[in-house]
């Protein structure tokens, strides 16, 4: 196969702001600022990574694609989030669901997945 996964993109009304804020939720490190697009990667040479970019439309709806993230303790990581500035979602969950929904400063939704069962 000769396709590489380079990228996600995610649109934003601030694109720096919002990769900012995914750069430190993630400790990812910047690979490209500008105005109106802003990219970062896990290492500057590592893939693939998420790309900001500027969009005039309002998100008014759950997401169609959303990131998850399966880190080693589900309650601190959420706390942490929580602390940079994430907010819970309701997406309709149930509430015994192993995972949690939050969503970053401009509402895209991500799960914060419980650890793996040995």
């Known amino acids: 196969m000769t396709l590489q996964w380079e990228q996600v993109l995610v649109d934003a009304a601030d694109p720096v702001a919002l990769g900012r804020w995914w750069a430190e939720a993630l400790g990812w490190v910047v690979v490209d600022e500008s ?3 802003y990219e970062i990667r896990p290492a500057p040479d590592r893939l693939p990574g998420l790309l900001f970019g500027r969009s005039p439309d309002v998100k008014d709806r759950k997401n169609r694609l959303h990131l998850d993230f399966r880190p080693l303790d589900q309650e601190a ?3 942490r989030l929580l602390a940079l500035g994430a907010r819970h ?3 309709g969950q149930t ?3 192993p995972w949690v929904v939050l969503q970053d400063p401009e509402g895209n939704e991500f799960c914060v997945l419980a650890p793996r069962r040995s």
Do not use: L, R, Y
């Open 35 to 37: 105005p109106e697009e």
């Open 77 to 79: 990581e959420v706390t």
């Open 89 to 91: 979602a309701d997406i």
């Open 95 to 97: 509430g015994d669901e």
